[in-house]
């Protein structure tokens, strides 16, 4: 074998180390966006898991209503109110996250979808009427042109939620019947 030919037969082989150096970074790249996507999930699920918060969802699906009165409101015992704000914080939480992309909207989608018509009636009320009465309350800083931006939060992703629809995700038990892991 003369000199050119070896040359030409270790450029190849070093460009197939190249290509192969290459696939092998794009799988660890992908490998690196699956496990991150199972953590996030891993988190979403674990802090709807919550006690509180899921004393939250039932407080607004069986006690808040969509026309829940300022005083039915008021007179909720303070594990019940603490309980609605915990849900309210996470929402708001992983409102901000989906809004700045940190969390898949698909993936908080999924998650929520299923408690959307228990709790967004209901979670509208209370927010409108506690920002009402902090508005109304000299010493409270909250200002009708700026409200409270926790709530607002609240209610893009509510408003996201709610206009978004994937008909597999409904009855999965029904629909997805010929899904296999």
Not at 5 to 28: K, V, Y
Not at 101 to 112: A, G, K, P, T
Not at 165 to 180: A, G, M, T, V
């Amino acid at each position: 074998m003369d000199l050119e030919a070896a040359a030409n037969i270790g450029e190849a082989l070093s460009g197939l180390a190249i290509m192969f150096t290459l696939l092998f970074g794009i799988r660890q790249v992908m490998e690196v966006n699956r496990n991150r996507r199972y953590e996030i999930s891993q988190t979403i699920a674990q802090s709807l898991e919550n006690p509180l918060v899921q004393r939250g969802f039932a407080t607004f699906g069986a006690v808040i209503k969509h026309n829940s009165t300022p005083e039915e409101l008021m007179a909720l015992p303070r594990e019940q109110k603490d309980a609605a704000n915990a849900v309210i914080v996470l929402m708001a939480n992983h409102a901000v996250m989906t809004y700045h992309r940190n969390l898949s909207f698909d993936l908080v989608y999924s998650f929520y979808n299923g408690y959307l018509s228990l709790i967004g009636p209901s979670m509208r009320r209370l927010m409108q009427i506690t920002e009402m009465g902090y508005i109304m309350h000299p010493d409270s800083g909250v200002s009708e042109e700026e409200g409270m931006g926790t709530f607002h939060w609240v209610l893009w992703l509510l408003d996201r939620l709610e206009e978004h629809h994937k008909s597999d995700e409904y009855k999965p038990h029904l629909n997805q019947k010929d899904w296999k892991p």
